[in-house]
Nanobody, 126 residues
Framework: QVQLVESGGGLAQPGGSLRLSCAAS????????MGWARQAPGKGLEWVSG????????YYADSVKGRFTISRDNVKNMLYLQMDSLKPEDTALYYC???????????????????WGQGTQVTVSS
């Protein structure tokens, strides 16, 4: 069965950095776009970033563009999110997410993903 396991969350100061990782199993990782979503306290789900199957295309929400970098390793079945210049408003539970359709590009809506990890907490505070 599909499993997505996030790690790397924690406490960071404003302006600091964190790197999230997601270990994927149970499906052909290299055949699906992947992404990250987040949910801040008291707010709805927000799509954060997506990456095409082979890593050749990446997409970001305006709120994180220029600060976050998504990447993947199709040999290790790993997804990453490098988060730099963190802000208090980045505080949220971050989820690793798998696109529903095989080989689809430009997957930028939460509804287009079908599997989610358990989430890893990111807190940005001084």
């Amino acid at each position: 069965q599909v499993q997505l396991v996030e790690s790397g969350g924690g406490l960071a100061q404003p302006g600091g950095s964190l790197r999230l990782s997601c270990a994927a199993s149970g499906f052909t990782f290299a055949s699906y776009a992947m992404g990250w979503a987040r949910q801040a306290p008291g707010k709805g789900l927000e799509w954060v970033s997506g990456i095409y199957c082979d890593g050749s295309a990446t997409y970001y929400a305006d709120s994180v563009k220029g600060r976050f970098t998504i990447s993947r390793d199709n040999v290790k079945n790993m997804l990453y999110l490098q988060m730099d210049s963190l802000k208090p408003e980045d505080t949220a539970l971050y989820y690793c997410i798998k696109a529903e359709e095989l080989n689809r590009d430009y997957v930028i809506r939460v509804a287009e993903y079908d599997y989610w990890g358990q989430g890893t907490q990111v807190t940005v505070s001084s």
